[in-house]
């Protein structure tokens, strides 16, 4: 059971606008900043966005984040196919004193 | 090329250790923050550990006592000694490097798999 709560999939056609949820409490993301880190099949996770809505140099400004109270999402837009992957979402619990993810969601492109 | 690799994994019966590394290089090893990550098969990620420049240490709860992180900063080498395995822990073990600027761990090895079986 992980702290983070995140829907286990998700689905989008090539240029629909997708949004990844992911919901936490007081200790984690309503205190703390999110990141997100895309999954593709068979290799490590990568950094996709930092500080709730920051890109990293290198990802597309296809991909934006946001946070509000103690949940934060993910939104992809213009998806493409490459963009089939898992999607974890992550932050630091003040109660726990550990970094914590969300279970993750699949994100497949029809 | 800034690069992580892995190394030391394998098969361990329950109550077994194993100590695994993780190479650094393309970067100045000693000026970041480095960190273990786990994924069980088919499953999320899990934080297991983090040691600072300074040599400070973190864990959760779920691995504290059990698991050892340390570095070698003239070796560019991260280790994570693992002692009294249960099948629980059998996973892809990721090294990360923490990247201040961003504060997330924006560089990650390849992973080294490990198994407990009997």
């Known amino acids: 059971q992980s702290v983070l709560t995140q829907p286990t999939s998700a689905s989008g056609t090539p240029g629909q606008r997708v949004t990844l949820s992911c919901s936490g409490s007081?200790?984690?993301?309503?205190?703390?900043?999110v990141y997100w880190y895309q999954q593709l099949p068979g290799t490590a996770p990568k950094l996709l966005m930092y500080?709730?809505?920051q890109r990293p140099s290198g990802v597309p400004d296809r991909f934006s984040g946001s946070k509000s109270g103690t949940s934060a999402s993910l939104a992809i837009s213009g998806l493409r196919s490459e963009d089939e992957a898992d999607y974890y979402c992550?932050?630091?619990?003040?109660?726990?004193?550990?970094?914590?993810f969300g279970g993750g969601t699949k994100l497949t492109v029809l | 090329e800034v690069q992580l690799v892995e190394s030391g994994g394998g098969l361990v019966p329950p109550g077994g250790s194993l100590r695994l590394s993780c190479a650094a290089s393309g970067f100045t090893f000693s000026r970041y923050d480095m960190h273990w990550v786990r994924q069980g098969i088919g499953q999320g990620l899990e934080w297991i550990s983090g040691?600072?420049?300074?040599?400070?240490?973190y864990y959760p709860g779920s691995v504290k006592g059990r698991f050892t992180i340390s570095r070698e900063d003239d070796k560019n080498s991260l280790y994570l000694q693992v002692d009294s395995l249960r099948a629980e822990d059998t996973a892809v073990y990721y090294c990360?490097?923490?990247?201040?600027?961003?504060?997330?761990?924006?560089?990650w090895g390849q992973g080294t798999m490990v198994t407990v079986t009997s």
């Open positions: 040691i600072g420049t300074a040599g400070d240490t």
């Open positions: 500080r709730n809505h």
């Open positions: 990360a490097r923490r990247f201040q600027t961003y504060d997330a761990f924006d560089i």
């Open positions: 007081s200790s984690n993301i309503g205190s703390n900043y």
């Open positions: 992550a932050t630091w619990d003040d109660s726990l004193s550990a970094v914590v």
